[in-house]
């Protein structure tokens, strides 16, 4: 079955151009002109069909042995390739170099975005840390007045004890007092000289329990005034208590409120970042293309050198091209290679 592709067109291209090289347009010699494609099955016919016009009873030779004709096309033929491809190579060349400076420019924004964000999360990050701090400061003093708190607690509630046992000793001093005045009052029928004895040492006994009576009095007036001294301080503590409990929940508060700038910041960082892969895509996409048309181009290079050595310039400025090219290459590996160590020292550490 004959293959789809070969028309007859291109046989009659090609047998000129085996016919210019000074060779005999076989079916063989043809079907290498067209780049070893087509099965001969397919080529035959036409390369016959060619041969009847062209070098047929009535054709024109010239003194080369071609027809005029065909000497004309084939010129022909050879400058518009020639033409073509110089097209061809400046036109993609020039397409190449745009896109390229196209991706560099948005890598450059990219990068110059991407350290932005950076020193505003570096920025928000050491605010936070700060912000913790302050918040484990004021935790640690708010548990050092709570222990000092419970501690006047304590004091207080031993104060109210001391209080409460100081007035069971007046108590049991009241009872005494009234034992030995009734003491006093059953001995006073007594003789004239002990009950003067007896009320002296009653009286000296009585005056000594007034001056104790009125020492435990301005001890308890101490305590219960060190005891206000206490509460009013005991309030202080309480109000303060309540002061930094209104600072905490302020921070909590002010940290809440930074938590969703830095997320949004960390999702700008990552949209940024995938923008940055998918213009590298681009860009990778771009020189895959551009291989591509350098494949084709070589092919195309490789049929016009049987034609004429005049192509050599052609190959040439292939070549230059091709440094030109290694050259964009080698520079978008170093940028990329710079960008990936910037991004690794500054990426946070776990």
């Known amino acids: 079955m004959a293959r789809a592709g070969i028309l007859y067109s291109d046989v009659m291209k090609a047998a000129q151009i085996v016919a210019a090289d000074g060779r005999n347009p076989t079916v063989d010699n043809v079907r290498e ?30 003194e080369g042995g071609l027809p005029a004709e065909l000497m004309e096309a084939m010129r022909g033929v050879y400058h518009k390739q020639q033409r073509d491809v110089a097209q061809q190579l400046e036109q993609a060349m020039q397409e190449s170099r745009i896109e390229l400076d196209a991706a560099l420019e948005k890598l450059k924004k990219t990068e110059a975005e991407r350290l932005k964000l950076t020193e505003v999360r570096t920025a928000l990050t050491q605010e936070l840390r700060a912000t913790q701090q302050a918040l484990a400061q004021l935790k640690e003093e708010h548990h ?31 009872r005494q007092l009234a034992q030995v005045r009734s003491q006093f009052d059953h001995y006073q029928e007594a003789s004239a000289a002990q009950r ?72 700008q960082y990552g949209q940024a970042a995938a923008s940055a892969d998918a213009l590298l895509a681009k860009l990778e996409a771009a020189m895959l293309a551009l291989n591509e ?58």
């Open 33 to 62: 002109a067209l780049g070893s494609t087509g099965s001969k099955s397919t080529i035959a016919p036409l390369l016959k069909r060619w041969k009847e016009e062209f070098q047929g009873p009535g054709a024109v030779k010239t």
């Open 196 to 267: 003067s004895e007896e009320r002296q040492s009653q009286q000296q006994q009585l005056s000594r329990l007034e001056q104790d009576n009125a020492q435990l009095q301005q001890r308890l007036q101490g305590q219960q005034a060190t005891l206000v001294q206490q509460d009013m301080r005991l309030a202080q503590l309480q109000a303060e208590q309540q002061r930094l409990e209104h600072s905490a929940a302020a921070d909590r508060e002010a940290l809440a409120t930074v938590r969703p700038e830095r997320d949004q910041f960390e999702y």
């Open 293 to 350: 048309s350098k494949v084709a181009l070589a092919t195309q290079d490789r049929q016009l050198a049987m034609l004429a050595d005049k192509t050599e310039a052609g190959l040439q400025r292939t070549r230059q091209l091709e440094q030109e090219r290694d050259t964009l290459l080698r520079e978008h590996a170093g940028m990329a290679a710079r960008l990936a160590l910037q991004e690794e020292r500054q990426a946070p550490k776990k």
């Open 144 to 174: 050092f007045r709570a222990v000092t708190l419970a501690s006047l607690h304590s004091d207080n509630a031993g104060l109210t004890q001391r209080l409460a046992d100081r007035g069971e000793e007046i108590a049991a001093l009241n």
